[in-house]
């Protein structure tokens, strides 16, 4: 049974920094592209940043130069360094994996993804 299991969620404050991890489980963590995607209030759930088997990184227009996504396979773990956090990235954050054919394969769209944690909420406060 795969599993995805986000942590590092909290409250800071506008300009601080926060580190959310996502632990797999059940899957070959290595075959997967790994995204991590957010939902706020009443909106869609929006990529946020995704890394692919060869470690290749992708960035949403509006966490660049803030955010950064990383894997750690030994672990079967993902990260996402968040800096500079804006009271805007208020939201739910999920992790989700997506078994992706290539090493350098990155797939944005949330309908490719194959599996999904339950979140972690981060609440930016101004």
């Known amino acids: 049974q795969v599993q995805l299991v986000e942590s590092g969620g909290g409250l800071v404050q506008a300009g601080g920094s926060l580190r959310v991890s996502c632990a797999a489980s059940?899957?070959?963590?290595?075959?997967?592209?790994m995204g991590w995607f957010r939902q706020a209030p009443g909106k869609e759930r929006e990529v946020v940043a995704a890394?692919?088997?060869?470690?290749?990184?992708y960035y949403a227009d509006s966490v660049k130069g803030r955010f950064t996504i990383s894997r750690d396979n030994a672990k079967n773990t993902v990260y996402l360094q968040m800096n500079s956090l804006k009271p805007e990235d208020t939201a739910v954050y999920y992790c989700?994996?997506?078994?992706?054919?290539?090493?350098?394969?990155?797939?944005?769209?949330?309908?490719?993804?194959?599996?999904w944690g339950r979140g972690t909420q981060i609440i930016v406060s101004s």
């Open positions: 989700a994996a997506d078994r992706t054919p290539t090493m350098g394969g990155i797939r944005t769209s949330r309908n490719n993804y194959d599996y």
């Open positions: 059940g899957l070959t963590f290595s075959l997967y592209t």
């Open positions: 890394i692919a088997r060869s470690g290749r990184g």
